[in-house]
C-alpha cells in the first residue's frame, strides 16, 4: 500500500508521536541547510481560486471534518501521552509536541481542499499542538509558519515534511529546547520550545462509520463511528488509554497481529480508505481475555493519571457491549469479547485506584 497517500492531519512530520518524527531521522541523509537569516513568510495561497465544483466541495467538507476530529483527539490523548511517559518506559521519546504539515501532505482535489479550507501552502504550518506539552507551555498556535530551528532553515515544498523530520528530530533528542522561528500575523516571532518527554505513539482518526479502535504496536486508531458513540470526551479517552495500555504490553507482538492491523490503519487513515477491507473480521482474531484484562488494567490507571475520572468505565463499555454485541462484525466488541471478564477487572482497577488516590498514594499500576 501506498504510505504516502494517506489523510494529511496524520502527515508523516507527526511531532506529537516520536515514531513518526525520530524514526523519520535514521531514514533521511540529506544535510540540512546553512544558517542564515530566516525569510519572512509570504501568503501560502497565491493562486487565483479554482471554479469550485461539486466533488471539490464535498473533499473541503469531508476534510473540515476529518481535521476537527483530529484535533479533538490530539487534545484528549495529550495527557495520556505525557503524564504517562514513565508507565510506557521504553516506549517514551523526547517530542516537540506539535504536528505541521502544508498542502503536499494531501493528493487529488484535497491539495485544493487543503488550500480553501486551511490556507495551506508550500510552507509548513502547525497543524495541531499537543495540549500539555512544551510547545504548548512556550505558546506555540496552529497556523504558525515554521521558518527555521536553530538558526536552520527549515524547507518548504513537496517534501518538507520528510526533510524537516531530519532536521527536527536530531534537535528535539539532544536538547533540552528548542530555538524555533514562525512567521506569525505578517512577522517572525522567536520561540523557545521545551522538549516533552511522552509515550511515542501516532494518535490516528480512522476513516470509517465502524465502531472500533485498533492498535498495531505503534499506533493507535480510532474510528470516526467510534468517536461518535463515545460522545464525551472521557469515553474517548477510555478508548485511547485501552490500545495505547495493548500497545505498551506489546499485544499486537503477542498475537502477532501487528501486520494485520497495521495493513487496517494504513488503509483506514487514507483519504478513501477501502471499505471492501472491512469484511467479516477484517482478518483480526479477538483478544484473549487475560490480554484484555491486563490493558483495561494499565489503561485506568493511565486515565486517572492523565486527570480524567475511572469512574464511567464501566457504564461505558457495557453501553458499548449491549448496542453493539460481538456479532456485529467489525465492531469493538468483535474482538473484544470477553464482557464479563472485563467488567471484573474494571471494578477491581477501579477500587484500587480509588484506595490508592484517598490515601495520596503514588498511582502506579
Known amino acids: 500500500m501506498n504510505k504516502t497517500n494517506k489523510f494529511g492531519a496524520l502527515s508523516r512530520l507527526s511531532l506529537v508521536a516520536a515514531s513518526a518524527l525520530l524514526s523519520a531521522c535514521s531514514s533521511f541523509q540529506s544535510k540540512p541547510a546553512a544558517p542564515e537569516t530566516p525569510p519572512a513568510v509570504v501568503s501560502s495561497v497565491t493562486e487565483a481560486?479554482?471554479?469550485?465544483?461539486?466533488?471539490?466541495?464535498?473533499?473541503?467538507?469531508?476534510?473540515?471534518?476529518?481535521?476537527?476530529?483530529?484535533?479533538?483527539?490530539?487534545?484528549?490523548?495529550?495527557?495520556?501521552?505525557?503524564?504517562?511517559a514513565d508507565l510506557c518506559r521504553t516506549q517514551a521519546r523526547s517530542l516537540l509536541g506539535f504536528t505541521a504539515k502544508n498542502k503536499y501532505s494531501y493528493t487529488g482535489e484535497f491539495v485544493d481542499a487543503a488550500q480553501a479550507v486551511l490556507n495551506y501552502g508550500d510552507r509548513l504550518e502547525v497543524a495541531s499542538v499537543l495540549s500539555g506539552s512544551g510547545a504548548a507551555r512556550a505558546g506555540l498556535r496552529k497556523g504558525d509558519a515554521l521558518i527555521a530551528a536553530n538558526g536552520k532553515v527549515l524547507p518548504v515544498g513537496p517534501n518538507a515534511e520528510s526533510l524537516a523530520a531530519a532536521i527536527l528530530g536530531p534537535l528535539a533528542s539532544s536538547s533540552q529546547s528548542l530555538d524555533l522561528t514562525v512567521a506569525r500575523g505578517g512577522s517572525n516571532q522567536q520561540l523557545k520550545v521545551p522538549i516533552t518527554r511522552a509515550c511515542a505513539f501516532k494518535i490516528?482518526?480512522?476513516?470509517?462509520?465502524?465502531?472500533?479502535?485498533?492498535?498495531?504496536?505503534?499506533?493507535?486508531?480510532?474510528?470516526?463511528?467510534?468517536?461518535?458513540?463515545?460522545?464525551?470526551?472521557?469515553?474517548?479517552?477510555?478508548?485511547?488509554?485501552?490500545?495505547?495500555?495493548?500497545?505498551?504490553?506489546?499485544?499486537?507482538?503477542?498475537?502477532?497481529?501487528?501486520?494485520?492491523?497495521?495493513?487496517?490503519?494504513?488503509?483506514?487513515?487514507?483519504?478513501r480508505p477501502d471499505l471492501s477491507m472491512l469484511i467479516g473480521t477484517s482478518g483480526v482474531k479477538p483478544m484473549p481475555q487475560d490480554l484484555d484484562g491486563a490493558a483495561d488494567h494499565l489503561s485506568l490507571y493511565m486515565v486517572a493519571r492523565a486527570g480524567y475520572s475511572v469512574e464511567g468505565a464501566r457504564a461505558f463499555w457495557q453501553r458499548l457491549a449491549a448496542q453493539y454485541p460481538a456479532t456485529v462484525l467489525n465492531g469493538y466488541v468483535a474482538v473484544h469479547p470477553a464482557t464479563a471478564y472485563r467488567m471484573g477487572v474494571i471494578d477491581k482497577t477501579v477500587a484500587e485506584i480509588r484506595s490508592k488516590q484517598a490515601g495520596k498514594r503514588p498511582l502506579v499500576p
Open 204 to 271: 490516528d482518526i480512522g476513516n470509517s462509520d465502524n465502531i472500533n479502535a485498533y492498535s498495531d504496536g505503534q499506533r493507535v486508531m480510532i474510528t470516526r463511528g467510534m468517536v461518535n458513540f463515545a460522545q464525551s470526551d472521557e469515553a474517548i479517552a477510555y478508548v485511547l488509554a485501552k490500545d495505547i495500555a495493548h500497545n505498551v504490553l506489546g499485544h499486537a507482538a503477542i498475537t502477532k497481529q501487528a501486520y494485520t492491523v497495521g495493513s487496517i490503519i494504513d488503509n483506514l487513515v487514507a483519504v
Open 49 to 84: 481560486p479554482p471554479v469550485v465544483t461539486a466533488k471539490m466541495s464535498a473533499a473541503r467538507a469531508q476534510l473540515s471534518q476529518m481535521v476537527a476530529l483530529q484535533d479533538r483527539l490530539y487534545r484528549i490523548a495529550g495527557p495520556l501521552l505525557i503524564n504517562n
